[in-house]
């Protein structure tokens, strides 16, 4: 059974910066593509980042781009998202999820097979 768990999350100021971090357990990490989304409060989960299998294809969403960097450390088995110049806009639970075998990465929810539990980020203005 595959988990993941976040951590990293945290009340920050406007322009400050905070890292994510996935920590998966179970099946081969190194061959699935992983994503972060986001939930705000009543709103749905969105798309932020995407890292294919082999780390070559990086794909964000157009509010985060130049802002925020998605990486993979397949020896420690962990996903980060290094999130700089963060604004109120960006709170939001953030999400880290397992993709598919060899896949190049996606931003769609549905492309996404395991879960974590979130992690809350709180951009202060």
């Known amino acids: 059974q595959v988990q993941l768990v976040e951590s990293g999350g945290g009340l920050v100021q406007a322009g400050g910066s905070l890292r994510l971090s996935c920590a998966v357990s179970?099946?081969?990490?190194?061959?699935?593509?992983m994503g972060w989304f986001r939930q705000a409060p009543g709103k749905e989960r969105t798309f932020v980042s995407a890292?294919?299998?082999?780390?070559?294809?990086?794909t964000y969403a157009d509010s985060v781009k130049g802002r925020f960097t998605i990486s993979r450390d397949n020896a420690k088995k962990t996903v980060t998202l290094q999130m700089n110049s963060l604004k109120p806009e960006d709170t939001a639970a953030y999400y880290c999820?397992?993709?598919?075998?060899?896949?190049?990465?996606?931003?769609?929810?549905?492309?996404?097979?395991?879960w974590g539990q979130g992690t809350q980020v709180t951009v202060s203005s």
């Open positions: 999820a397992q993709g598919h075998l060899y896949g190049l990465g996606s931003d769609y929810v549905d492309e996404y097979d395991y």
């Open positions: 179970g099946g081969t990490f190194s061959d699935y593509s």
């Open positions: 890292l294919s299998w082999n780390g070559v294809r990086r």
